[in-house]
């Protein structure tokens, strides 16, 4: 049945909806933005379509990474989601790369 395996990819979120993130590999801010305006920024953009369950910045191999965590219905519409985060940051801050994954049991796939 495509709804049973549906819950099993999901991790069967019984009490709460799937948890997706996008993560941002930052380049070169654009002119005249603050620098610590950039994550409240991304963060921004994700609520203003649904629930932000965290953010965060780091460095990673010597290179900065904003991470977006939030719950959406389906893989589909966290798509969407991450590439609206990801255009409103890329407003900021060059988006180098980015990619969505979702929480499945233990594991961001």
Same mark, same amino acid.
């Given at each position: !049945?495509?709804? $049973? ?9 019984r *009490?709460? !909806? ?5 993560? !941002? ?48 219905? $389906?893989?589909?519409i ?29 594991? *961001?796939?």
């Open positions: !049945m495509e709804g $049973e395996g549906a819950a099993e990819r999901a991790g069967c979120y *009490w709460g !909806m799937p948890s997706y993130r996008v993560t !941002m590999v930052i380049g070169a801010l654009k002119p005249g933005v603050n620098p610590g305006a950039v994550l409240p920024l991304a963060a921004a953009a994700g609520r203003e379509l649904v629930t932000v369950e965290a953010s965060d910045l780091a460095v990673v191999a010597g290179e900065a990474r904003i991470t977006v965590r939030f719950t959406a219905d $389906e893989l589909e966290a798509r969407q989601v991450g590439a609206h985060i990801v255009a409103v940051t890329d407003q900021s801050a060059r988006v180098l790369r980015s990619a969505v994954t979702e929480r499945v049991k233990n594991r *961001w796939v």
